[in-house]
């Protein structure tokens, strides 16, 4: 039986989605540009997935601008608006546990003449209001601080951070890809001017994301061309991937509520089993302000990619982080932002739960791991076998 626990990665596309997506590829095959009724029936399609998704977040449908992924929105959100601002400042601020498309994007500006700000973060991931109201410049022109991290779960404080851009003037963006369909969001109640969202984090396909863009919100546009996404964001509409993202959107509105509730006693079953069955286990991020799936644990004394390997082979399926980073050597930039030594960082795993997610799964999960720990612990050159009990 394999389980899988890696759906802050990706996750599986739900049935649902897959059938409401499926007339888009040859049946309902029209340009939603084209003046005809091909076009019109396409148009039609991609309108109903833009108001799903803008119910999801509490926002209008002229609202939301389709992308092809988080990655491109968190793009286009902090370059647009630096490019479109920059002769009245260039200053940003950001914390150091983004994901990389916006510290990636944050560090190409620098390149470009811009200054960037990176906070720092508490013990638990948490970046301080505070901290953004002191870091503020009369030549800030953009705060993004992410919603939920992707790798230990947190939740940031969105809505006091934004009481601070409000009161200056100064545009928020925050990049909720692993926030939305997981826990409510409400961008008015919220404060946000800008919001990134992807389709796959929520049983959608993958090669769509959107961006929450607030009316008056001044961003150049990243693709230039045709008129599409209100003449925001040139180029042909992935017609059957944005009606996937609103059938997702509409299912996850449906049934965040009741999900959350039991995948929040799973990950605390997890979460609680771990740290009693394990010796020199820590769980990373914050106990309560968390993702409902989210536990992320470092093990002292051992490497976080040999449990993978030997939880693979035991068919179960987590990370040692975030997907986008599982081929770079250095430990997570996230727990080393929280103030973890390099050889606990290099001694983490993230299991991330999702709607396959049950109590057999997670039974699999605490009979194996310790067993796993204790084997590679055996062989680590990372410490003798009598400090394991130090």
Known sequence: MRVYLDNAAT???DKRVQKAMHPYFADVFGNPSSPHIAGGQAQEAVETARDQVAKLIGASPEEIIFTSSGTESDNMAIKGVAFSLRNSGNHIITSKIEHHAVIESC???EVQGFKVTYLPVDEYGLVDPKDVKQAITDQTV???IMHANNEVGTIQPIKEIAEETKAHNIIFHTDAVQAVGSIPIDVNELGVDMLSMSAHKIYGPKGVGALYVKPGTLMTPLLHGGE??????ASTENVPGIVGFGEAAKIAAAGMEKESKRITILRDK???GLLKKIEKAQ???HPTKRLPGNVNVSIAHIEGEGMVLHLDAAEILCSTGSACSSHNLQPSHVLIAMGLSHELAHGSLRFSLGHSTTGKDIDKVLAELPGIVEKLRAMSPLVEKNMIKQ
């Open 11 to 13: 996750t599986p596309c």
């Open 107 to 109: 560090r190409w500006l």
């Open 142 to 144: 953009l705060v993004s």
């Open 228 to 233: 599409q996404e209100n003449r925001r964001r």
């Open 270 to 272: 997890l979460s609680h």
């Open 283 to 285: 769980l990373n991020g």
